[in-house]
């Protein structure tokens, strides 16, 4: 009797012995070790790293990149704010996300993107799989517009909202903080936009659960124009200048016609200015790097930085003066389109370099498998890199081609001050320089392999115009060698971009030119693309 009458305390006992090791292990000392990880991402506006970009960066690269793993070939789907941010989000090449500009009419944050691709981004899926998701900075360009919902638009996906309106600036600016408008000024102990940011980031930080991992994005506005910087270091970097790299201020004869329109040798007063633009975003980048080493820290002494995962990048690359263009981001080149990407985290092992080729399509997908997703159930063009980080995956099993994709913009009318042009062109320069046209429109495979290093380019207009370049050989770019590299490469590069351009989610992952299991039937070529070809071997004749 006795012995029958101790079993139920026996279980008693167990079931307190298992509630108490379970609170232990949500809310002490062990949480950290089953906890899954925390993520921030930090994303830059207009961040070169073929310039000197992330010179002024020194706290940025000493705690993300000597603290982890920097990528030396990431990269953009698209060299523009919002097809590249587009990109970012879903996962996707612009050909899928269908954002092609920066204006509602080229589905920037219109509603056409909000009813197709902002519920499936990854953050919505983050915070649908158990994730506390806080967003500040710069969204989408379009953001905040009247014809998409104002600043009441919060997107699906967010558990806290702090929404630029509109494109970059540092004062006199609008936010939407959940939905509800708050306006900020020009007094910059309260209204520099960076500053401002750093502190909300840190404030959720301190307010957030600590019960759930979370999801934090912060978004800046530097170094993209006006260049406004902090008034303490308004007088940083008073003898810099853009450097004078090989492609620097020289004619781009073998390109593209609209590189070709370009004066050379610039103007003094051209390149004045962009010596000027040029320490101006260096000198907004000073309070970027302010804000990482505030998030790092705080990350650090709330005993959070171990089990969270740091990412650092940019929307796309910049260019000042090279092929004589003055200021902007829209060309194919590697100035452009090549980005600085550093991540930090559990399992990552400092001071480490990859020259494995990544894109911001991956972002969303790496992001999502640090989670513990399988990113498989989404429709995501791009791959996680999360093994190439943890040191998992070598060169010989990683993919070795990307798609490039820009659809050039261009005026219906010529511009007054410059009437030789005529119309089709934009983002013109006082000298009659300009930056953008209709039929500035293209699509390029870059390959980065053992064996190569490669970028193959075709325009979409009358021309087909092509540009090719080894960049292993020729890393300024400065010679076009479409018309003398092999014509089988050729007509192989033509088909795979051709692929690149149809392609959705898995298919956009299979083997490239220089990947031994690439497989090439020129039976298959495409009916509908045969004339491109056609015209591509009249052209290289």
Request: glycine fraction near 6%; proline fraction near 6%; charge should be neutral.
């Amino acid at each position: 009797m006795d012995a029958n009458r101790r079993r139920p305390l026996s279980l008693l006992n167990c079931v307190l012995i298992c509630v108490t090791l379970w609170g232990y292990l949500s809310t002490g000392v062990f949480a950290k070790s089953y906890r899954r990880p925390n993520i921030v991402l930090i994303l830059t506006d207009d961040l070169d790293i073929a310039i000197g970009g992330l010179s002024p960066l020194t706290k940025t690269k000493k705690l993300i990149g000597d603290a982890g793993i920097s990528f030396s070939n990431a990269f953009v789907a698209s060299p523009l704010c919002c097809p590249s941010r587009a990109s970012i989000l879903t996962g996707k090449y612009p050909h899928n996300h269908h954002v092609i500009n920066n204006t509602i009419e080229g589905n920037c944050s219109s509603r056409a993107w909000q009813k197709s691709e902002e519920a499936h981004t990854f953050p919505a899926i983050l915070k649908n799989h158990g994730y506390q998701t806080f967003f500040a900075g710069k969204y989408l360009n379009q953001y905040g517009h009247s014809d998409a919902g104002g600043v009441e638009h919060v997107p699906p996906g967010w558990s806290y909202w702090v929404g630029l309106e509109k494109n970059s600036k540092y004062y006199n600016y609008t936010l939407s903080v959940d939905g509800k408008a708050q306006r900020h000024g020009a007094d910059y102990s309260k209204d520099y936009l960076t500053d401002v940011l750093a502190n909300m980031s840190l404030d959720f930080l301190s307010y957030k659960s600590n019960y759930q991992p979370f999801f934090m994005m912060v978004s800046t506005p530097a170094p993209h124009s006006p260049w406004t910087a902090a008034p303490q270091y308004q007088n940083s970097f008073n003898n810099t200048k853009a450097p004078r790299d090989p492609n620097f201020n020289v004619h781009g004869k073998d390109k593209h016609w609209l590189i070709r329109q370009a004066k050379t040798p610039m103007t003094n007063s051209s390149v004045q200015f962009l010596d000027d633009a040029f320490r101006k975003r260096w000198r907004t980048l000073l309070s970027v790097d302010d804000m990482v080493e505030k998030i790092v820290k705080s990350l650090q002494i709330r005993g959070e930085l171990d089990n969270t995962y740091v990412l650092f990048t940019s929307d796309n690359g910049y260019h000042t003066g090279q092929f004589s263009l003055p200021l902007d981001k829209r060309q194919l080149y590697e100035f452009d389109i090549r980005v600085p990407l550093m991540v930090r985290g559990p399992d990552i092992k400092p001071n480490q370099t990859s020259q494995l080729l990544v894109a911001n399509v991956d972002l969303g997908p790496t992001i999502l498998d640090i989670a513990g997703y399988d990113v498989n159930k989404t429709q995501m063009d791009g791959m996680s890199f999360l093994p190439v980080m943890e040191g998992k995956m070598n060169s010989s099993s990683w993919r070795t081609d990307i798609l490039v994709e820009y659809e050039g913009e261009g005026s219906n009318v010529s511009d007054p001050s410059c009437p030789l042009l005529g119309p089709g062109v934009s983002e013109c320069f006082p000298d009659c320089v300009c930056e953008d046209s209709y039929n500035n429109t293209y699509a390029c495979v870059r390959t980065v392999a053992a064996c190569a290093d490669l970028q193959y380019c075709e325009f979409d207009d009358n021309e087909v115009f092509v540009e090719v370049y080894n960049v292993t050989a020729d890393p300024f770019q400065l010679t076009n060698i479409a018309k003398t590299i092999d014509q089988e490469v050729l007509e192989k590069m033509n088909h795979r971009l051709m692929m690149l351009q149809s392609c959705s989610g898995q298919s956009c992952r299979t083997p490239g030119v220089y990947d031994p299991s690439y497989k090439f039937d020129p039976r298959q070529m495409f009916p509908s693309h045969s004339w491109r070809l056609s015209r591509l071997r009249q052209r290289m004749k």
